[in-house]
């Protein structure tokens, strides 16, 4: 319970924007967690909880500004994920993985990692899941030069987000839209979703890439002048 605790509490502190504490108490977490109990956990939850926490302790690591050891975070999860066989508990892993791997600049796996979390997503029915992914290689597209492509994908995959109700994280992927559309040179597009973002985060209390909005909006008052 400890260990779920620290999962659960991890997660919202990351949410909310305390990095520093998140990156804390899920390694907490991740240290609670005996890989061998499983199957335990598993049935105790209906998901191991310990398995998100290893994975979610990447992405602190990354923001603090340890890409190696964020990197290296998520490998390992990954790893023992494969070695579980749990789709939810793999698919979580490797969307965490691709999320590193983007942000590290490493767009080509990035890609790789999002078409097997489609096809297993696919398979179980995990529609949030892969809605999450597609953004992501909506990201990926626009980095390796496919950047209308890009764009496209992850306007779609925020619809549909819009659609099922899955409001997590969409703060931090209407970031990366304002990106795209400035690459793009669609300035007033790109502010329009820097406002969405600042709106939703506001609604939400979805603190933890605010940061990365205002970063976004000043790269796009810069170039209108």
Same mark, same amino acid.
């Given at each position: +319970?400890? =260990?779920?605790?620290?999962h659960l509490l991890g997660v919202l502190l990351e949410f909310e924007g305390d990095i520093v504490e998140s990156s804390r108490v899920l390694d907490?977490?991740?240290?609670?967690? &005996?890989p061998a109990q499983h199957k335990v956990y598993t049935a105790m939850y209906g998901i191991d909880p310990g398995m998100v926490a290893r994975a979610m302790s990447s992405r602190p690591l990354w923001i603090l500004g340890c890409p190696d050891q964020a990197e290296a975070r998520a490998r390992e !999860?990954?790893?023992l994920a494969?070695?579980?066989?749990?789709? =939810? !508990?793999? *698919? +979580?892993?490797?969307?965490? !993985?691709?999320g590193v791997h983007l942000f590290r600049g490493e767009a080509e796996r990035a890609l %790789? @990692? $999002?078409?097997?979390? &489609? *096809?297993?997503?696919?398979?179980?029915g995990l529609p949030q899941e892969r809605e999450w992914s597609r953004s992501f290689q909506g990201a990926a597209l626009a980095a390796v030069g496919r950047l209308d492509e890009g @764009? &496209?994908?992850?306007?779609?995959?925020? %619809?549909?987000?819009?659609? @099922? $109700? %899955? $409001?997590?994280v969409r703060t931090a992927f209407l970031a990366i839209l304002a990106d795209l559309y400035r690459f793009a040179g669609r300035l007033d597009e790109g502010l329009r979703a820097v406002d969405e973002g600042f709106a939703y985060a506001e609604r939400s209390g979805e603190g933890g890439y605010l940061a990365e909005l205002h970063r976004a909006? %000043?790269?796009?008052?810069?170039l209108t002048g």
């Open positions: +319970f400890l =260990m779920a605790a620290h907490r977490g991740r240290e609670l967690h &005996d !999860t990954l790893q494969r070695s579980q066989r749990q789709p =939810m !508990t793999l *698919v +979580f892993a490797l969307l965490v !993985t691709q %790789a @990692i $999002g078409e097997e979390v &489609d *096809v297993l997503c696919r398979e179980y @764009i &496209d994908l992850l306007v779609d995959s925020l %619809a549909v987000q819009q659609a @099922i $109700g %899955a $409001g997590l909006k %000043a790269e796009l008052l810069r």
